[in-house]
């Protein structure tokens, strides 16, 4: 029966065969190549989702850092202001030396600008009796306005006396400046610590 077949009717049915694997084979190829596709772009849109949630975060915490740097600076210069502070009202010399300047003023004496360098030495540190000399010391730059010349020599005068601690008045300048109502003296005095006399 078989040899009445003609071997072209035969080729024909294989290559049909061989055609329909090739095919289903192709078909499971793309497929499979669909789904890995598929996989790949939902794995890199999965993790660009998660990148953008790192940098979203690293943002978040950058900006709470930032502000927690800012904050802990500004706490600091406020306690180091504080602590200015307190030196300031702890500093003996420097308070009376102010109220001896405040107090040499009269009406007649007008005060522009002061500038005190002042150092008081510190009795409880264990070198201070040694280091009283060099640390005790203080400057007063007064600049102001007095009626006249002899005002100025009376406001010298004043300072010189009635300052404790005792200071050395200098006048570094003075001359006539007109005024709204007339002329006065503009003055810039200097009072220093009375350099010590020996060893």
């Known amino acids: 029966m078989a040899e009445l077949i003609p071997p072209e009717y035969r080729l024909k ?3 049909r065969q061989l055609i329909g694997r090739w095919t289903a084979a192709g078909a499971v190829v793309l497929l499979l190549a669909g789904a890995a596709s598929a996989y790949g772009v939902a794995w890199q849109r999965g993790k660009a989702a998660e990148h953008a949630d790192l940098a979203r975060q ?3 915490k950058s900006i709470l850092i930032t ?3 800012e904050l802990r600076g500004k706490r600091q210069d406020l306690a180091n202001r504080m602590a200015k502070i307190q030196e300031l009202r702890d500093d003996t010399v420097l308070l009376s030396l102010l109220r001896g300047i405040a107090g040499s003023f009269s009406d ?5 600008t002061v500038k005190i360098d002042a ?27 007095t009626a ?13 006396q009635q300052n404790n601690p005792a200071v050395n008045v200098v006048l570094e ?12 003296m503009r003055f810039q005095i200097v009072c220093e610590k009375p350099t010590s006399k020996g060893t």
């Open 13 to 15: 049915a294989a290559q």
């Open 58 to 60: 690293f943002r978040d």
């Open 67 to 69: 502000r927690s740097q």
């Open 108 to 112: 007649d004496d007008c005060l522009e």
């Open 119 to 145: 150092h008081g030495a510190k009795p409880d540190s264990a070198a201070a009796p040694a280091a009283t000399a060099s640390d005790d010391r203080y400057a007063v730059h007064l600049s102001g306005i």
């Open 148 to 160: 006249n010349s002899s005002t100025l020599a009376a406001l010298m005068t004043r300072l010189t």
């Open 173 to 184: 300048n003075s001359h006539r400046d007109n005024v709204l109502d007339g002329q006065a």
